[in-house]
Nanobody, 123 residues
Framework: VQLQASGGGLVQAGGSLRLSCAASGGIFRIGAMGWYRQAPGKQRELVASISIGGTTNYLDSVKGRFTISRDNAKNTVYLQMNSLKPEDTAVYYC??????????????????WGQGTQVTVSS
């Protein structure tokens, strides 16, 4: 299983970016998906998550600005980031809980991570 993230870049404050993360390889079912970020000298933090049923959760500082969504047919999760601020600058990582085979065949969810994509917001 691989997660491939894309969409990062350099943007001015107030601008927008859309991150994408596609999962591939040996997937039976994808559970929760999410986006994390890690700024220099700081711990990695959960930015947003979305359940298999579409329930979302957000870090307080991004509520109203970021929107997480998923396309189950494409095994892809998105993060639409609007009104970006310099403090949003970080490496963004996607994560997904993936089951490789049905539970009756011994399958269980395992967490996978994408490679990270840099988001830089200039003031």
């Amino acid at each position: 299983v691989q997660l491939q993230a894309s969409g990062g870049g350099l943007v001015q404050a107030g601008g927008s970016l859309r991150l994408s993360c596609a999962a591939s390889g040996g997937i039976f079912r994808i559970g929760a998906m999410g986006w994390y970020r890690q700024a220099p000298g700081k711990q990695r933090e959960l930015v947003a998550s979305i359940s298999i049923g579409g329930t979302t959760n957000y870090l307080d500082s991004v509520k109203g600005r970021f929107t997480i969504s998923r396309d189950n047919a494409k095994n892809t999760v998105y993060l639409q980031m609007n009104s970006l601020k310099p403090e949003d600058t970080a490496v963004y990582y996607c994560s997904a809980d993936i089951m490789g085979r049905p539970s009756f065949q011994g399958g269980d969810y395992r967490s996978y991570w994408g490679q990270g994509t840099q988001v830089t917001v200039s003031s």
